[in-house]
């Protein structure tokens, strides 16, 4: 879990040009809802995170409830993989 | 002249089994079941004290129930008032109380919302069976409006001062345009529409009145699956949607992240774009994806409705680099080019701002005499719409978009008029001053950046606070890209933000 949020964090503030640090970057801090992130940085963050672990978001799985905090996204991950497990 | 009312009342005698509109993975509703509605809802207004040409404002996200809504209100011969359901109250309340709406149908999810707001000038009567609620309005003692007589709906976009602006469109205004596109693209009771733009956004129009004038059904999609590619693209092939009308930003979108492979989109037979030009390269990857489609431009601001079109050619020459241009003025439309205060007829080479008459022309902006003056062109006793956009003609006597001639800027298809960003920075405590600008880098989409300077001038803001500020008095597609703080504020001689200055900051 600790590790996904890790991950994510960094590629958030380096990929995706976040405008705050990754130690501002809390679990909880809202993404989408907030507008630190638009529309197209939360589709390549699905893209990102769907090569990195090898999971594959359904059509309607790509919206607020699984993506709009770190911990929203680290859960969904976590799903994702045991599910295929 | 048709009203628009009238459009559902005929087709649901027609075809009163066939389906209208579908709320994808929630329902459908047949022609015949869609007037019960509307009408239903219309004689609520009405026992409640609704009256033609009173306004009546619509805050309930997309689904079938809204599209009832609508109806219902035009049906009361009233004129609907769509607004923004994620946007900020405040925004919203300062739009119905500018046209004082006489009464809002709002979702029961928002109706303490808006019940407090407009305390004291408000009551509330609960709708029993369906999840939204009438809220009475009563504006006393404000001045009387001067609304003009067929007033259809009217739609706010952003103002330069910071505060939207009302535009009024009557049945002939829409009417007219409504019926020409349902002639020039085929339609007919075959077709299955897609609804991706919201009722507060011009393009709405045709979803609902083109495809109810002949008994089409429309797949309603809602404001989060319209910014999901993946969902999106899925749609097509499950309700086997023929006519597909969208912003190049939507279509982009969908060729980048939408699994696009995945699909048939066979069904397709018309795409229409507007709202924003169309890169070239994009443009001939989805139509070559789309192969059964013929596609077409369309161009046209909230205060004209469409105006101009032009069929984007079956196969896109391998040398044509330049989008395509806005093309040639719609049977109802007429168009001018003013250069250097003087208006011309088209003509090979001319390049200015376009101007525009015709039926189709907004009765003007709501209580703003003084825009209003400036909105139009006058000559020889006929008003012409200032587009604000400088076009050229080119030697088939088609227009091609130039630029802007103020700093109104398009994202995702929203106009967003730079001012009411530095407005609603403005309103922060903390800030002294603002200004706005916007770029947008080769083969990507607008960026907005707004530099701000502090009352303590040392101290930036936190980045996050600042956001939630801005979304709390924004809609969501003006909030800034990025946020800078400087110490000062760059400034010209006659002390106004020198803008130039801050694009060198950029």
């Known amino acids: 879990m600790e590790s996904i949020k890790g991950k994510v964090r960094e590629y958030l503030v380096a990929e995706l040009n976040l405008p705050i640090s990754q130690e501002e970057l809390q679990d909880d801090t809202p993404l989408l809802s907030s507008r630190l992130i638009d529309s197209i940085s939360a589709l390549l963050l699905v893209e990102f995170l769907e090569k990195e672990y090898k999971i594959e978001f359904k059509p309607h799985e790509v919206n607020h409830d699984n993506l709009d905090s770190l911990d929203l996204i680290a859960n969904f991950v976590e799903g994702k993989q045991q599910e295929h497990a | ?506």
Not at chain 2, 382 to 399: P, S
Request: aromatic share 10%; net charge negative.
């Open chain 2, 1 to 506: 002249m048709p009203k628009l009312s009238g459009l559902l009342r005929q087709t649901s005698e027609k075809f009163p089994e066939r389906t209208a509109f579908i709320e994808p993975e929630q329902g459908r509703i047949t022609y015949g079941a869609l007037q019960q509605l509307a009408a239903r809802l219309s004689q609520l207004l009405s026992d409640n004290g609704v009256e033609a040409g009173d306004r009546v404002g619509v805050c309930l996200p997309k689904s079938i129930l809204s599209v009832g809504a609508i109806f219902g209100i035009l049906e009361a011969e009233a004129a609907y008032v769509p607004v923004d359901v994620e946007a900020p109250e405040n925004r919203n309340g300062y739009i119905l109380e500018n046209c004082q709406a006489k009464a809002l149908l709002v979702s029961s999810d928002q109706l303490e919302t808006y019940a407090s707001h407009f305390e004291g000038k408000c009551s509330v009567r609960e709708i029993p069976g369906l999840p939204l609620a009438l809220l009475i309005l009563d504006f006393q003692g404000a001045s009387p409006l001067d609304i003009p007589s067929g007033l259809a709906y009217i739609l706010y976009t952003s103002g330069s001062t910071g505060l939207p602006k009302g535009v009024l469109i009557t049945h002939r205004n829409a009417f007219c345009f409504v019926q020409w596109a349902g002639q020039a693209f085929g339609i007919s009771e075959k077709d299955v529409f897609s609804s991706i733009a919201p009722f507060h956004f011009d393009l709405s129009v045709f979803d609902l009145f083109t495809a109810v004038l002949h008994g089409a059904s429309v797949v309603l999609i809602g404001s989060q699956m319209a910014k999901n590619p993946m969902q999106l693209a899925a749609l097509i092939d499950e309700h086997h949607i023929s006519v597909w009308y969208a912003t190049p930003t939507t279509l982009k979108m969908m060729l980048r992240f939408g699994r696009m492979e995945r699909y048939q989109h066979d069904s397709l037979r018309i795409v229409l774009f507007a709202g924003e030009v169309f890169p070239i390269t994009p443009l001939r990857e989805i139509k070559a994806r789309w192969h059964t489609a013929a596609f077409y431009n369309l161009y046209g601001p909230t205060e004209t409705n469409v105006c101009t079109f032009h069929p984007i050619p079956e196969l896109i020459p391998e040398e044509q680099s330049a989008p395509y241009p806005i093309g040639i003025a719609c049977p109802y439309a007429r168009c001018r080019i003013l250069v250097d205060e003087q208006s011309h007829l088209l003509k090979p080479g001319l390049e200015g701002e376009l101007l525009v008459a015709g039926e189709s022309v907004m009765a003007g902006y709501l209580n703003l005499p003084e825009r209003n003056e400036r909105a139009f062109w006058t000559e020889q006793g006929e008003q012409w719409y200032r587009t604000g956009d400088i076009v050229r003609v080119d030697n088939q006597l088609e227009m091609e978009y130039v630029s802007r001639k103020d700093r109104m800027v398009k994202r995702y298809g929203y106009r967003i008029e730079l001012g009411e960003i530095e407005a609603a920075l403005h309103h922060h405590p903390d800030i002294a001053e603002a200004g706005v600008v916007s770029v947008q880098p080769e083969g990507q989409d607008v960026q907005i950046i707004a530099f701000y300077s502090t009352k303590a001038p040392e101290t930036a803001l936190p980045v996050l606070a600042l956001k939630e500020f801005l979304v709390q008095n924004l809609p969501a597609y003006m909030v800034p890209d990025k946020l800078v703080h400087l110490v000062e504020t760059p400034k010209t001689t006659t002390h106004k933000v020198n803008y130039p200055a801050l694009m060198q900051l950029v």
